[in-house]
């Protein structure tokens, strides 16, 4: 059984549409990344200004915890929960919560560079800073250690919405694209759709060409169905020229038989009758004899 191509209009949708379809899609997948990078980038250099806020706010007050107006303003500017140890030049431990995320081996920034990473502290994914810069205040003198580490709740929901904004922009210029490409389909094909239509209304004796005015992409389709047609015409005139010569040529045979067999019902005696009898039997032959000729012609 031939299996049936479908419809050339749902093909050409579906050839069109769906490869961006799957564009939209590598793209979304691509953006997701650039957006969290992008968060990365925004909330760590964030958390490397809270960092020298918070060490030249101990600075000033003399190790002493933060004020609550920078508490305040700090997690109504950052969003997430913020955390912070400060360390002397000996190690020890100046102000600040006394558990800090554990270092990862091999990160030792430069002083004045801060270095980042992610760690859990207290069952939460944390985002910690870790640097080193020299202090030089009447209470404190050397190099002060600085670990300020934030939740990340935040920089997580920014991306998520990023990237839902970015599938709800894809979504709609697909959308958009998918009308115009179906409209642009009928529109392309509206040529094919006169030609059937053409095509519909003529009578099986209506051979002459197609005279339709088609794109280039389709005029090869009408040669050849013009091609076509010119070819029936012309079997067809055939056809018609050998049933014309067939009649022809079994009028004689045939004319004869009724002729004997007319004599035969008329004939005087059993001789007379016999003689008739092998003559219609001979035109007979003859008949047969035609036709088989006749048929191997054909």
């Known amino acids: 059984m031939t299996r049936r191509p479908g419809s050339l209009r749902a093909r050409l949708f579906i050839g069109i549409v769906g490869p961006l379809v799957v564009a939209a899609i590598g793209l979304s997948v691509i953006r997701f990344a650039q957006f969290v990078s992008l968060s990365r980038t925004l909330y760590d250099n964030v958390l490397y200004t809270a960092a020298l806020t918070i060490s030249r706010d101990v600075a000033l007050n003399q190790g002493d915890l933060l004020t609550k107006s920078v508490l305040d303003t700090l997690a109504h500017s950052l969003g997430d929960r913020i955390y912070y ?82 599938i709800g922009f894809f979504s709609l210029l697909v959308a958009l694209a998918a009308v115009a490409v179906w409209f642009g389909i009928r529109l392309g094909l509206t040529p094919l759709e006169r030609m059937r239509r053409a095509l519909e209304a003529r009578s099986p004796e209506d051979l002459h060409p197609i005279d339709e005015a088609v794109p280039s992409e389709i005029a090869t389709l009408s040669r050849a169905m013009n091609a076509l047609l ?14 014309s010569d067939a009649a022809h040529q079994l009028r004689t045979p045939i004319a004869g038989l009724q002729v004997q067999a007319e004599a035969g019902i008329g004939a005087p005696g059993e001789d007379q009758l016999r003689l008739r009898m092998h003559d219609i039997a001979q035109a007979a032959r003859d008949a047969g004899r035609l036709t088989n000729q006749l048929l191997s012609l054909e």
């Not at 558990?99 to 990473?117: K, M, R, S, V, W």
């Not at 859990?120 to 810069?133: D, I, N, S, T």
């Not at 990340?152 to 929901?157: D, F």
């Not at 067809?236 to 049933?243: H, K, L, S």
């Open 230 to 243: 010119a070819r029936l015409t012309r079997a067809f005139e055939i056809r018609d020229a050998f049933i």
């Open 85 to 166: 140890r400060i360390k002397g030049p000996d190690g020890a431990w100046i102000t600040g919560f006394s558990n800090a995320p554990a270092l990862p081996d091999g990160l030792a920034p430069p002083p004045g560079t801060p270095g980042y990473f992610d760690a859990v502290q207290g069952g939460q994914p944390v985002r910690v800073l870790y640097m080193r810069e020299r202090l030089d205040t009447p209470s404190q003198r050397g190099m002060m250690t600085m670990e300020v580490w934030q939740t990340v709740n935040q920089r997580h929901a920014l991306s998520r919405t990023l990237v839902r904004q970015s």
